[in-house]
């Protein structure tokens, strides 16, 4: 049982690992909007918000991204949204095909650097929903922190059903719950967090049919609720992601092998499409 100073210094530690606000400024002003008045996410180059999150500052939490999808990877793969390409490359050797996608000009550009002279690798320009051509189908997708940014997210997983072979695998990596929305979530043009309920609605809706449905990252959404109640993490600094990912990804992996979360920082999907 804890003190309420006790409580009091974990929630403080907490939030000092997850983000931090800019120094020598108030709440992080909004994303700029669209023509129609929508939040546009940044563009995706070497600075920006969400690579903090998966690049080389979190090497153990993309290992933990990478153990948790890999069972449901077959031989071939269409990533949505690559980014800078940190999640693929850990698939290099496994798959016989493999394309990767982003509608970011300078992440499609640093794919094409990273795969050039690969043949087994195709690299497109893909922006949800559309149709989507690549030279076959493929028996996975994957989708790590996109759905949540597309409006239509019951057509964007039709779209990418289209593409996948009958009793493939789409596996889904989206943030969760509507409690931990903030500043960050409108920075990086987030259209909402998913819960179990939510994300299974969009899936069945678009035809598919949940396989794995649950909440992960426990102390990771009590990290982020901190940090979102308390108002001041506007982003994640770099140096503290280094520090939670030495510490706190570790605990969450352990306590999540013998412990069924009840709800998380992320919600995670693999949903079959009919045969």
């Not at 051509?133 to 597309?150: A, F, G, S, Y």
């Not at 992320?266 to 949903?271: E, R």
């Amino acid at each position: 049982m804890h003190s309420p100073g006790q409580k009091k210094s974990i929630a403080g530690t907490l939030l000092n690992l997850v983000g931090s606000r800019p120094k020598g400024t108030g709440a992080a002003a909004p994303a700029p909007p669209g023509a129609d008045g929508d939040v546009v996410q940044p563009a995706a180059g070497e600075g920006a918000l969400e690579n903090h999150l998966g690049g080389d500052e979190a090497r153990n939490y993309r290992k933990y991204e990478y153990e948790t999808v890999a069972p449901h990877v077959g031989r071939s793969m269409l990533e949505v949204g690559s980014g800078l390409g940190h999640f693929s490359e850990q698939f290099a050797g496994r798959l016989d095909y493999l394309v990767v996608s982003d509608n970011d000009p300078y992440c499609v550009g640093e794919l094409r650097k990273r795969y050039d002279g690969s043949d087994d690798v195709e690299v497109i320009d893909l922006a949800l929903p559309a149709d989507i051509v690549i030279r076959r189908k493929v028996d996975t997708v994957v989708m790590m922190n996109v759905l949540e940014h597309i409006k239509d997210d019951v057509q964007a997983l039709r779209d990418l059903a289209a593409v996948t072979e009958p009793g493939g695998r789409i596996v889904i990596w989206v943030p969760g719950y509507m409690q931990l929305y903030g500043d960050f979530d409108r920075k990086v043009g987030h259209v909402t967090r998913y819960t179990p309920k939510t994300l299974e609605a969009s899936v069945r809706e678009a035809g598919l049919v949940p396989e794995v449905l649950k909440p992960i990252n426990f102390l990771g959404g009590i990290a982020w609720w901190f940090a979102v109640r308390r108002g001041g993490a506007g982003y994640p600094d770099p140096k503290l992601v280094k520090i939670y990912d030495r510490t706190v990804v570790p605990l969450t992996r352990t306590i999540e092998r013998v412990v069924k979360p009840p709800f998380g920082q992320t919600v995670f999907c693999v949903a079959r499409v009919p045969r």
